[in-house]
């Protein structure tokens, strides 16, 4: 398995391909990734504190599944992220301490300008002439899911979705 994907990086980007590490700590940077289109940005809420969904444990190597959703421990061999990417197929993973997206089971992490709206709704930034501006302001936003929302109020979760 580890070869074939190896091989399918390989010919999907061979400019800049390298031989992905085998420690959670280290990985190298793919500009490419064949599996940003599995993303589902509907799926995605991180208003919630970042605990392993398995695990329950909370801590600074917690990662999101950008296509279910789901938090997950670690990134190496026998955690639960790596098995739920092998289990799931779901490949794509937000460092939910860095903000750095990485790819797994191949343990590379991702550059592409695409995730840029992730990384923006993740750790929104403000600067202090927006954050005065919010009473002022009457015209309506749009969320990833494509709701309005009036900007500066901050909605309520359903918990039991």
Sequence with gaps: ??????IIHYFASPTNFTMPKSSES??????NCPYLDTINRPALDFDFEP??????TTGP???A??????????RGKATPAY???????HAVFLHLTHGTFHCLPENYQVKDPSLDDIRDAFKPLYTE???ESLDQETTLGRDLFGRRYLPGI?????LNK
């Excluded at 098995?83 to 197929?89: A, D, I, K, P, Q």
């Design 1 to 6: 398995r580890e070869y074939s994907a190896i």
């Design 26 to 31: 280290e990985s190298e940077t793919i500009t």
């Design 51 to 56: 605990t392993c969904s398995q695990t329950l």
């Design 61 to 63: 190597n917690i990662y």
């Design 65 to 74: 599944c950008l296509v279910c959703g789901k938090f997950f421990r670690g």
């Design 83 to 89: 098995l739920h990417s092998v289990n799931e197929g």
């Design 129 to 131: 002439q927006e954050i």
């Design 154 to 158: 901050v909605g309520l979760n359903n």
